[in-house]
């Protein structure tokens, strides 16, 4: 048996890049001390701060909805609620939709679903049977941040907490980086700077392992959906998780390399790629760089 590095209690778990063997209480504490850094390092949350999780049922929403709760509940001038984005999808959203009702009847937390169906006209079933040119995953990004945006300028959300950890992160940055796109680096998450009709982000979990997510769930009785999206097999993000995973068996400590060096070198792409000035749609009057988004060009394809 193992002992925790911290005090003489069995240890849960052992944390490969930093040499520690952690019982359940020391876990959740190095957990959560690094969620609050991390949440402090990425802007104060003013007064009468109007905060939406987004939420799909998963491991890493559902565990950033409690950590939400956790430091803003104790703020009467901060109001959380939590946001779902139905995209349509049988056998699996509507499932793991029970568990966020769940979740947010239990922590007294109002909940709001916006549907494909009503922001694009078709489900995300429907629209797989469209287009056999553009990945699923192409669709369901843009129209997931469309829903979100649009339905958060609706509520009145300052701020959108998301639940990318740092397995999400260094794949992201892995990826723009394989296919050359350093504007859209530029643009990842979190947000310094706002603008003009987006809603910015916040990313609680972003240094902290899938892993070590999924753990503190389990350490803390938080109840998820635990599907895989069917659409999720034919996505090139895989292909470089699967990557990321082996180098980080290899060499401990490589996704918060990844992530701390993208950290280092994000002011300069900044300086070389600042937020572009946005335009108005000349569809559905959301931001963009364009005449018309990118959102309305896709449901222009599936119409």
Not at 264 to 274: G, S, T
Request: positive net charge; hydrophobic residues 35%.
């Amino acid at each position: 048996m193992k002992i925790c590095s911290k005090c003489m209690k069995p240890a849960v778990t052992f944390i490969r890049y930093n040499g520690t063997h952690l019982c359940k209480d020391h876990f959740i504490s190095y957990f959560e001390r690094r969620v609050k850094k991390d949440i402090k390092k990425q802007g104060k949350t003013e007064d009468n701060c109007r905060i939406a999780v987004a939420i799909s049922g998963g491991k890493d929403s559902t565990v950033a909805l409690y950590i939400a709760n956790d430091i803003f509940s104790k703020r009467a001038n901060v109001e959380l609620i939590a946001l779902t984005v139905d995209e349509g999808i049988l056998g699996y959203r509507d499932e793991s939709i029970n568990f966020v009702r769940k979740n947010c009847k239990k922590l007294g937390i109002k909940h709001h679903i916006v549907t494909f169906k009503d922001m694009v006209g078709k489900t995300m079933d429907e629209i797989t049977t469209k287009d056999n040119n553009q990945s699923e995953c192409s669709y369901c990004g843009v129209f997931r941040r469309l829903c979100l945006n649009k339905k958060s300028k609706e509520l009145g959300i300052n701020k959108l907490i998301t639940g990318h950890n740092l397995d999400d992160m260094a794949q992201s940055i892995l990826m723009n980086f394989v296919n050359g796109d350093t504007q859209k680096l530029a643009r990842l998450g979190p947000h310094r700077k706002i603008q003009p009709g987006l809603i910015p982000r916040m990313l609680p979990l972003i240094s902290i392992p899938e892993k070590e997510v999924a753990l503190y769930a389990i350490m803390k009785n938080i109840d998820y959906h635990d599907g895989i999206c069917p659409y999720s097999t034919n996505a090139l993000r895989g292909y470089f998780r699967d990557i990321i995973d082996d180098l980080e068996y290899g060499h401990p400590g490589t996704r918060h390399s990844i992530l701390n060096s993208y950290e280092n070198i994000k002011d300069l792409l900044l300086e070389k790629y600042p937020p572009a000035k946005l335009n108005e749609c000349q569809k559905c009057s959301e931001p963009t760089s364009q005449n018309i988004c990118k959102a309305c060009i896709l449901k222009n394809r599936i119409s």
